[in-house]
């Protein structure tokens, strides 16, 4: 009973998101219904912390994406199906905080960990949307991140300075959230360097595997995040060591 009476009011929140996402059609129908899912399984194991940084990822990534969405459309850099996100999409980059939910929940000794890597795999994602979809527009000079020679703008792989200056800013966002509720300490910093880390990570791949067709940019995505939450990881426990 005390669950239910817990989890009553963020089922109304979820809902209500839900509701708003396929009306104002930023989801697919599959992928409201999985982000919905993965909101109450983050909820669970990382509580309103948790269910706050889903959000403003959410928030940021959706704004971003709708920032001079026209410009785009013009430069053939919008995104497929509108900008609308399906379930692939929405896995890619909540996935790995919905499995540090699913084990932190019944594992409270973990949690503390835990919900710091589901920020950093928050900070990843929300540092690489901010700086492909604002990197795109505000970018001034594009080059290909292995060989730092000019390339095609919105080409997998293709970084700019500004575009990665956003994503760092991105990562902030993320981090000053988290400190909000944790309290100011060097976490501040570890979720900079993860997110950009994550970033990096996702930039590496997309001029090499997912250009060559061998990965897909869901799972590009995907290891972006985990790249983010094992960097937190990394930098939490060499304080321990």
Request: net charge positive; charged share 10%; hydrophobic share 50%.
């Amino acid at each position: 009973m005390r669950l239910v009476l817990h989890v009553a009011p963020v089922l109304l929140l979820l809902g209500v998101g839900m509701g708003y996402s396929s009306r104002a059609r930023k989801l697919t129908p599959a992928g409201v219904w999985v982000g919905g899912g993965l909101g109450l399984l983050i909820f669970l194991g990382a509580g309103y912390l948790g269910l706050g940084l889903l959000g403003l990822f959410f928030g940021l990534g959706t704004a971003a994406s709708a920032w001079r969405v026209a410009d785009k459309r013009r430069l053939g850099l919008a995104e497929e199906n509108r900008g609308r996100r399906t379930a692939g999409q929405v896995v890619a980059n909540a996935g790995v905080a919905g499995g540090l939910a699913l084990l932190s929940w019944p594992y409270p000794a973990f949690a503390p960990l835990a919900i710091l890597m589901l920020a950093g795999s928050f900070a990843a994602a929300t540092a690489d949307t901010l700086a492909s979809e604002l990197g795109n527009i505000y970018g001034s000079r594009y080059v290909n991140i292995l060989t730092f020679r000019p390339d095609k703008r919105g080409e997998n792989g293709v970084v700019s300075v500004e575009g990665t200056l956003l994503g760092v800013a991105g990562s902030g966002v993320i981090a000053v959230a988290y400190c909000l509720s944790y309290g100011w300490g060097p976490w501040l910093w570890w979720l900079l360097v993860a997110g950009t880390a994550g970033n990096l990570v996702d930039s590496l791949l997309g001029a090499t595997l997912e250009r060559r067709g061998l990965l897909s940019n869901n799972t590009v995505n995907l290891l972006n995040t985990l790249a983010g939450a094992g960097t937190a990881a990394a930098l939490r426990l060499s304080l321990l060591a």
